[in-house]
């Protein structure tokens, strides 16, 4: 999971909303019509890079670039577990997150799918200092020393579900980037030289983040890897 900025309103909601507001009773997410409800969905998507808010899978809208399907995320969902509707931040785009299709089909879901109405403890995308605590192991699993946090990853998002694909894909960039480093390191004329390896490491950490419009799928995954090497060079 990685930091999410959000960026402008899309100009089909906010004329939406001016219709909504003007309309007595009519006041949340289902009243928009699909005409804005697609430029909201591609616009989170942008400004996603392409990956799931939660899981960071590839997705698209529809699937036209491959990818799964993104579908749009509630942070504060529209109904909450005692059935009270949240009206105003079923229509408020900083509550909106784009996400894939929960791994639907499989004998697990993952995401929002999973995830329903429960309200999440703590993690958040829109806000850094709830994705510190986020580890990865080598088998790809991931969680975090936070007990809300972990519990957010583990139970309420299912990150680690067996019957998907989601532990071994990290795993695979685990071991690519793991891959990629030693090829490189291996350059170097003496292997102690852990100031030429820091570099190295800050170097294609650089690389991975400038991707655009299409970050690196599990960009977080390669993030911890080289920051966690970064940071034992620094010492």
Do not use: W
Not at 34 to 46: K, Q
Not at 182 to 192: D, Q, V
């Amino acid at each position: 999971m990685i930091p999410i900025e959000k960026g402008s309103v899309p100009r089909e909601l906010s004329l939406r909303l001016s219709e909504l507001k003007g309309t007595p009773g009519v006041t949340d997410y289902y009243a928009l019509l699909a005409d804005a409800r697609e430029p909201v969905l591609r616009s989170l998507i942008a400004e996603q890079g392409y990956l799931c808010a939660y899981c960071m899978r590839r997705i698209s809208y529809r699937g036209e670039d491959g990818g799964s399907e993104g579908t749009i995320e509630h942070i504060v969902p529209q109904h909450d577990q005692s059935g009270v509707h949240h009206h105003e931040e079923s229509v408020d785009y900083r509550n909106m997150l784009a996400v894939c299709d929960g791994h639907a089909g499989c004998k697990e879901t993952t995401c929002d799918k999973h995830r329903g109405n429960t309200q999440l403890k703590k993690v958040n995308p829109l806000r850094p200092h709830t994705l510190v605590d986020i580890r990865y192991r080598h088998d790809g699993s991931i969680h975090s020393l936070d007990i809300d946090v972990n519990y957010d990853l583990t139970v309420t998002l299912n990150l680690n579900a067996r019957g998907t694909s989601l532990c071994e894909s990290r795993k695979a960039v685990i071991d690519e980037i793991n891959r990629k480093l030693e090829r490189e390191f291996n350059k170097i004329s003496s292997p102690e030289n852990i100031a030429s390896k820091k570099r190295i490491c800050e170097k294609m950490l650089k690389l991975l983040e400038s991707s655009a419009p299409k970050k690196f799928e599990y960009l977080g995954v390669a993030r911890y890897i080289l920051e966690k090497r970064i940071k034992r060079y620094s010492r």
